[in-house]
């Protein structure tokens, strides 16, 4: 079984990168996408989850920007496939943090966590939550990809370290960077710092670089602006078994030309 895991999705360079790149890669059986910065950059409403289901994607993940939109709180309740981080700490967060799915006989979990290194948002500790919800998954279900939504490597690689042959993979996001660590333990278990983005290269994140630069300069709040230049799907396919034993993991990164009848349609 082969799942394809992509990078965080940003604006309508993002989403067209996955209408258009998902056509031809037929040899794929489960598809997992971060969502949450589909609205330019900032977010992700009922429309744009509905547009990436229909382009192909099975489970939409997200951290702190998913419930940007207030649309976003109802939607969730209406569908599994949108999670949110599992860790949340209040009864009162709507939606679930996993997500489970059948592939050829084979039960497969998705699990959501997010970090508390520099997130800024009132979590539940990570790595209990993962210790004690990891056990309970796998008393029906071997394969469990794990998305950590985290900003500090450090903690992306304790996780992995944590969780090392107890789930099929431990997949990082949230930094927009992929990163060259890819590897598959020993234990059998896939992992990643970062798996990118899905998004313009020439860009700082997905936006145009001359005004994230002036924020930097100015320290003044400037408007983020969508870039199309260079634009890529990028991402990671992990290779599991049927016990839920990672066997290889690559890294993507697929050129997506976009032109102005593209965006039109986004």
Same mark, same amino acid.
């Given at each position: ?16 990168a996955?209408?258009? &790149?998902?056509? +031809?890669?037929? +040899?794929?059986d489960?598809?997992?996408a971060?969502?949450e910065?589909?609205f330019? $950059? ?13 382009a192909?994607v ?7 920007k ?5 649309d ?8 599994s496939?949108?999670?949110r981080?599992?860790n949340y700490?209040?009864? +009162?967060?709507? &939606? ?9 006989d %084979?039960n !497969?979990?998705v699990?959501?966590?997010? $970090? ?11 790595? =209990? ?6 056990k ?20 992306k690689?304790?996780?992995?370290r944590f ?8 997949i990082g996001t949230h930094?927009k960077?992929?990163?060259a660590?890819? =590897?598959?333990s020993?234990?059998? %278990?896939?992992?990643?710092?970062d798996? &990118? ?5 020439l860009? !700082? ?12 300069r100015?320290?003044?709040l400037v408007?983020?602006?969508?870039c199309? +230049?260079? =634009? ?9 078994n049927e016990n839920?034993?990672a ?12 032109d102005g009848t593209?965006?039109?349609? =986004?």
């Amino acid at each position: 079984m082969k799942a394809l895991i992509l990078g965080e999705i940003v604006g309508r360079a993002g989403y067209t990168a996955i209408k258009k &790149g998902l056509k +031809d890669m037929s +040899d794929i059986d489960l598809v997992i996408a971060n969502g949450e910065g589909m609205f330019n $950059g900032y977010g992700i409403n009922k429309i744009n989850a509905i547009n990436l289901m229909k382009a192909g994607v099975d489970v939409i993940t997200g951290g702190e920007k998913l419930f940007y939109k207030s649309d976003m709180q109802d939607f969730i309740k209406e569908t599994s496939r949108v999670i949110r981080a599992y860790n949340y700490p209040s009864p +009162d967060v709507p &939606g679930h943090g996993i997500k489970y799915i059948k592939i050829n006989d %084979t039960n !497969v979990a998705v699990l959501n966590l997010m $970090g508390t290194s520099g997130m800024r948002v009132p979590l539940n500790n990570p790595f =209990t939550s993962a210790e004690y919800i990891v056990k309970k998954i796998k008393e029906t279900t071997a394969a469990i990809i794990v998305i950590f939504h985290a900003s500090a490597s450090a903690e992306k690689q304790s996780m992995f370290r944590f969780l090392d042959g107890k789930v099929t993979a431990v997949i990082g996001t949230h930094n927009k960077i992929l990163t060259a660590d890819a =590897t598959v333990s020993e234990n059998g %278990t896939a992992y990643i710092t970062d798996n &990118g983005r899905c998004a313009s290269t020439l860009s !700082v994140g997905g936006f145009k670089a001359e005004e994230e630069i002036k924020k930097y300069r100015s320290t003044l709040l400037v408007r983020s602006k969508e870039c199309f +230049d260079d =634009t890529e799907l990028q991402g990671v396919t992990v290779t599991f078994n049927e016990n839920g034993k990672a066997e290889n993991i690559e890294t993507i990164r697929k050129k997506i030309t976009i032109d102005g009848t593209d965006i039109n349609k =986004t």
